[in-house]
């Protein structure tokens, strides 16, 4: 989170703060306008909050398939509301982290706010821009429960896409008022007409309900604005009663602890408050309060119905529990019903390069689970990587992006090994049972599979996955399906050419590739979500790894018995690619029990790095060691073999 960083850390900001809190003067919104959190204009005032009554306020956010053009739409409303100035600089304003501007994804849901004139009244407006993909779907969720109503942006090129089917169900659960979008409709290839009948079948909008943009060009972008207002009610929020607020997101700051985001549903609070939580009693001062717009703006009071930030001196993740209510200490409210936790669909373990760095480690994930509450945490041990800890994610792509926060944000560099679905066994062994207490137990990696002889039965997770596909392309789609032991129970015709299937699949199956080969045999015009549907009995293998006769269970994999010769084959061809030469042979091998069913081997390194610098350049030589040096450090050694850090994830993908 670099800008909170830069803003929240930088001196000059904070003096502006200071003063800006003592003078207490109304600025006029719109006047402190800004192209880029570096402007010290930022601070230059305070907005008095008052003026936004709960009638004059409305909370939505922007719900879509990936790429549909959210961020764009956001980027758009705030320049028209004029919170952004229309430098081209200002693109994506909302995808603040490293990560996000890197892969051009949202990851973490992001709030503004604005303020627009309507009708001779002035409106406070929250935006809380999401991420589209399946992964980041928590992000989604807990967003809606800041909201009560939602843009559904549908590409007019794409048109309906399965991701577009989840969030509109997600909404239309939470009861939410949904203003249904066509976007990019600038687009020579856009299909408006279709996209529409798409949305009339599917989610039942009537035509005259649908609006037609482009985000781009900021076509019809102003009428968004007018129909949030009219259509979405403002929250049900009472000034009256004792300040009561939904903590729904947090980030850590290194300077100030937990900085939550609250949405105000009773009262208010304003800076010097003394607050406390339904889960701790603890009691802390409101230092700063405010609102994002889109970076930190402080503001003296926060009311109800509004969206904002607060930082109380709240240091660690059980002090700013998402989903938590927060009240004033001396006056106890009802809490609210909090959010339903986040189900880890993937597990992997996660080890710092050196045990001395474990606690250093445990720090950084601390922090980030704070600002991603979907992360599950376990202590975890492993003989050949020491102490670490057993994370649960949404997807592969969550642990990945979760891995390359951690070295971005928190500086830690840590090995994370071959992501695992949970699968449970039966147990038949009296002594197993004696050990769990159960007759059946969940397995979450290798290591913990029970051997055959000791279960009745293995279980697997079964997802329900939604596929959008032109017809031209099903019989593909069929295929892949089966591969990869898929079992259709819906097929529907969406508009005249597309079709939205159902499929039950194992988890293991689609958790690495699936989507890439979806999208490839397709050549991208199908679309993918899933969620959780059932654990079903399958024939399922440990598939044992050895590097030079030893088992590594951070490489091996459970799989399904049909599986294991062609993901045993992947797997040491794979090993082999990504573990350099050393110093002596390695030898790969892949094994059911004691069966090898694949084998590799990679042929010792001889070379000298310092061979080619006979004579005396020294400063070459040390260059060269240097570099040395520093590929090792990205590396672990198990048993005697060195492993690049990334090789327990990059094995798996195909
Ligand atoms: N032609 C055209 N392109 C658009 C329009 N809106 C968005 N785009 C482009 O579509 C791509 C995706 O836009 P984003 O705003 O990042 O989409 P998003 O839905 O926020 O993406 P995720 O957060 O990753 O799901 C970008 O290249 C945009 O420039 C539009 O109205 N017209």
Redesign the pocket.
Known sequence: MTTLWRSLACPLCQRIRLISHNVGYLAPFASRRHASSKSPENHAGQIDMSQFPVENIRNFS?I????????????RLLEITGTISQEASN??VL?KLQV?RE?????KAQTASMVHQYQGKTYLLNLI?????VDFNYEVSRSLAACQGVLL?V???QGVQA?TVANFYLAFEAELAIIPVI?????KQADVESTEEQMRRLFDFKNEDLFK?????G?NCEEILDAVIQRIPPPKSDPSKPWKALLFDSTYNHFRGAVTNVAVIDGKVQQGDKISSAHNSKVYEVQELGIMSPDYQSTQELHAGQVGYLIAGMKSIQEARIGDTLHLSSSPVEPLPGFKPAKPMVFGGIFPMEQSEYRDLKVAVDRLTLNDSSVTVAKDSSPALGLGFRLGFLGLLHMEVFNQRLEQEYNATAIVTTPSVPCKARLSSEKLIKQYKTDEITIFSPAEFPEKRDVTEYLEPIVMGTIITPDVHLNKIFSLCEAKRGEQVDFTYIDASRVLLKYKLPLNEIVVDFYDLLKSITSGYASFDYEDHSYEPSDLVKLDVLLNGQVINELSTIVHKDKAYPVGKTLASKLKDVIPRQLYEVVIQAALGNKVIARETIRAYKKNVLAKCYGGDISRKMKLLKRQAEGKKRMKKIGNVDIPKDAFISVLKR
């Open positions: 922007i879509a398939h990936v790429d549909h053009g959210k961020s764009t739409l956001a980027d693109k994506q995808d996000e892969r051009g994804i949202t990851v821009d999401t991420p589209g993909h942006l590409d007019a090129n991701q976007n990019k409709i600038d687009l943009i482009s985000a781009k060009l076509i």
